[in-house]
């Protein structure tokens, strides 16, 4: 009698410990452990999105104009070395490239600065965000994750993507599979303050545009692509010949949302060039070293500032779990 009486008693406080812990739980956490979940993870030593990956290198030459944009030393040294990092999307690390949750692609591009200072940019194939704030980018991976194995009707990811146009057009944007990561143009989704030596600023967005242009496979082309194609592909042609693409800033117009990252600029949105990415080298320990190093966005310096997007300002906080994480492994 005393253990049914008990029984109950045991579960509340068990449910009441577990709600207290997600409570507890930091959001960014939160993010790592549904992007875990739904990769099938852990997988020892990868990241817990975008785990499959490759690295180049090469060089940044700025316009002239940048340094009229930011006093960033980048933006005024003749040229700066770059380390960049491609990825496929989710945090399963055999992922085929052309698989279709292997979207949105990523370049990480890491610029080596004087005295041993660097600053990173971390950018997507896709220009828009599916959420506004990492709560909201939670409900969404939670919404997927629970709609496995759900028999509810609408599920529950239906639910989510009928109440949250942003998530919608972002899941319904075309993603197609690129000729190689040399035609894939990238975006930087989020916005930052750029401020020159006179003290003038403004707000803008990174595009990342490929010279070759933009050139994608067809379905029936993707489907036969091999799992790696993209991943060796960009290590032989950076051999053979640089890949390039001009750094742009697109420029917020008074009364745009910097703070949002759903919401997107319309194309007429002045634009300047920065300079010009020249990828001519494959990274030899490719695959040891990119497992030691992690991107931050907010890794800043002078004339590059933050702006106050709930999702910027998650995302370091996200990525030192999922390294913590992979480095522990
Ligand atoms: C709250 C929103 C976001 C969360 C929770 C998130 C989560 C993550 C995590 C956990 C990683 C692995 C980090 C590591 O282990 O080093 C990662 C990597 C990455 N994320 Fe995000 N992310 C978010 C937003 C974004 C946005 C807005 C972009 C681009 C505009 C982006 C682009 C990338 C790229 C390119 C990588 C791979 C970086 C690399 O090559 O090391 N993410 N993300």
């Known amino acids: 009698m005393k253990c049914f009486k008990l029984l109950p008693l045991a579960v509340s406080l068990a449910l009441t410990t577990s709600i207290a812990n997600a ?22 030593g990868y990241r817990a999105n975008h785990a499959k990956g490759v690295l180049v290198s090469g060089v940044f ?15 005024k040294l003749a040229t700066t070395p770059i380390l960049v990092r491609y990825s496929d999307a989710t945090g399963v690390p055999t992922i085929p490239d052309a698989n279709g949750n292997a979207f949105p692609k990523g370049i990480a591009i890491r ?6 200072a660097v600053t990173d940019i971390v950018s997507i194939s896709v220009n828009g965000f599916p959420a506004a704030t990492p ?8 919404a997927v994750r629970d709609s496995g194995a759900s028999k509810v009707q609408p599920s529950p990811v239906e639910q989510f993507l009928a109440t949250h146009p ?9 993603k197609p599979a690129p000729v190689s990561f040399a035609t894939q143009p990238f975006y930087g989704v989020n916005a930052f303050k750029f401020t020159n030596t006179q003290g003038n600023s403004v707000f803008g967005r990174y595009q990342i545009l490929p010279v070759d242009g933009a050139h994608y496979l067809t379905q ?3 489907d036969k692509a091999a799992p790696d194609y993209l991943m060796q592909g960009i290590v032989k042609r950076v051999a053979t010949k640089p890949v390039q693409y001009t750094l742009v800033l697109q420029l917020a117009e008074a009364g745009d949302n910097v703070n949002d990252p759903t919401a997107v600029w319309p194309d007429t949105r002045k634009t300047v060039t920065l300079g010009v990415l020249s990828l001519n080298a494959a990274v030899a320990d490719s695959a040891s070293k990119e497992k030691t190093i992690m ?3 907010l890794q800043l310096p002078t004339g590059i500032a933050p702006t106050q997007d709930p999702i910027l300002l998650a ?15």
């Not at 409570?23 to 993010?31: F, N, R, Y």
């Not at 610029?111 to 041993?116: C, E, I, V």
């Not at 942003?166 to 075309?174: E, I, R």
């Open 61 to 75: 030459t700025p316009t002239p104009q940048a340094s009229s944009i930011s006093s960033a030393p980048h933006f």
């Open 220 to 222: 029936a082309e993707a």
């Open 166 to 174: 942003a998530a919608a057009k972002f899941v319904s944007t075309p």
């Open 315 to 329: 995302r370091p906080g996200a990525y030192a779990v999922s390294y913590g994480r992979r480095l522990a492994n």
């Open 135 to 142: 709560e909201d980018f939670l409900g969404l991976l939670n």
């Open 111 to 116: 610029f080596s600065l004087p005295n041993d």
């Open 295 to 297: 991107f931050n966005p």
């Open 23 to 44: 409570a507890d739980t930091p959001v960014t956490e939160q993010l790592v452990d549904t992007l875990t979940t739904l990769s099938g993870g852990p997988h020892k």
